[in-house]
């Protein structure tokens, strides 16, 4: 079932208007305390990880970021993770300051940023 539906009127207008997607790597100190604030904070938010090359160059044209953590409410991204900077973001986004989420609801798997492209198939 889609949790988007379960959610409170107020996040899932933020959420339409500014969605969040967080931008993560393996071996990121700073990428914990990142997905942690957002998880506390009750923000629903897309998590896609940099593994490539690909991963990196597509970062960079989206965000204009060379390192992770990135955090972007909509058009904007913020580099780098500042609880002050990114509770702002959200605040002037329409995000609740307290987590307003529902017990059952649940983040979406972390994905990497760019897809792999799946091999030909084999010929029979």
């Known amino acids: 079932e889609h ?17 969040v997607m967080l931008f993560t790597a393996k071996n990121c100190p700073p990428c914990g305390p990142a997905r942690d604030y957002l998880n506390k904070r009750g923000v629903p938010f897309a998590e896609r990880t940099i593994e490539s090359g690909d991963d990196a160059m597509e970062l960079k044209r989206l965000t204009g970021a060379e390192g992770v953590p990135v955090l972007t409410l909509g058009a904007q991204a913020l580099l780098a ?7 702002n973001g959200l605040d ?3 995000y609740p300051r307290t987590s307003m989420l529902p017990l059952k609801f649940k983040q979406e798997p972390a994905r990497p ?5 799946a091999p030909p198939p084999a010929a029979q």
């Open 3 to 19: 949790t988007q539906a379960l959610l409170p009127y107020q996040i899932r207008r933020a959420a339409s208007n500014f969605p």
């Open 81 to 87: 993770f500042n609880p002050d900077d990114w509770g």
């Open 92 to 94: 002037a986004t329409g």
């Open 113 to 117: 940023l760019t897809a792999k492209a």
